[in-house]
């Protein structure tokens, strides 16, 4: 009985060192390529665009682009044909934009870098933010004001929950809101 006692004692201690392995070096990962790590992010495009130009210069809605952000939970990168609506009159001489209309002619996308990424496993919805009244400003950052756009917010679970705990959203913190 003392041996089989002991073999108990010695798996559930071994159990509980790789669960606090696991833990650690998931957390040492999470700290090197988490969320937060991304900000100040700021790729070069395929193709230069300013959103201080678009929403600032010419105050041009964020919705106005990024059509799916009010009924969908992705704002997406605009299509070419939005951007098409103007540049087949505005500024055709430029090479950005000769080069915008080449591939919206040929149907070829434009390959843009993602600048804002959660990690696969949180869940967030755009549509709810922008019907609670959320501003893009809040987790995008001064965009208007942007030449070339960055990721400004640290975009971490803690810093979602804090703003979640503001009482003018009174938003929910259950984890299963975010993680699905």
């Known amino acids: 009985m003392n041996s089989n006692g002991s073999e108990g004692n010695a798996r559930s201690k071994f159990l509980v060192g790789i669960v606090a392995f696991v833990i650690i070096v998931g957390g040492i990962a999470y700290a090197f390529y988490g969320p937060q790590k991304h900000q100040g992010y700021a790729p070069d495009q395929p193709i230069p665009f300013s959103h201080q130009m678009h929403a600032g210069q010419f105050n041009i809605p964020c919705a106005y682009c990024h059509v799916s952000v009010e009924k969908s939970?992705?704002?997406t990168v605009p299509a070419m044909n939005i951007c098409m609506n103007c540049h087949r009159f505005v500024k055709t001489d430029s090479p950005h934009i000769k080069k915008l209309t080449q591939a919206y002619n040929d149907g070829k996308p434009i390959p843009w870098i993602k600048v804002h990424d959660l990690p696969e496993f949180t869940y967030f919805n755009h549509e709810r933010h922008v019907a609670k009244g959320v501003s893009c400003t809040t987790c995008h950052g001064d965009v208007q004001n942007m030449a070339k756009i960055?990721?400004?917010?640290?975009?971490?679970?803690?810093w979602c929950v804090n703003c979640h705990r503001q009482p003018q959203y009174n938003a929910p913190t259950s984890?299963?809101?975010c993680h699905r």
Do not use: E, F, N
């Open 73 to 75: 939970r992705h704002a």
């Open 150 to 158: 960055k990721q400004v917010a640290p975009l971490t679970m803690g």
């Open 175 to 177: 984890c299963d809101t």
